[in-house]
């Protein structure tokens, strides 16, 4: 059985890892990623506006 085989059959089986992969699911799904990643392009667009905004192309 090839390694990838073998990492699949261990992650599907292996109770330990299904459990530490639905916590991390639950804590994914109650995240608002959007919402987050919008904030912090709105913040670095603040603080490094773009050349034309800045004047430095016309």
Known sequence: M???AIA???AL???S???RATA???KIRS???VATA???IELEALKNPPLSRAGLVQ
């Open 2 to 4: 090839d390694s990838l």
């Open 8 to 10: 699949i059959t261990t």
């Open 13 to 15: 089986q292996d109770q």
């Open 17 to 19: 890892i299904r459990d």
């Open 24 to 26: 991390l699911g639950e």
């Open 31 to 33: 995240e608002n990623g």
């Open 38 to 40: 919008l904030q912090i």
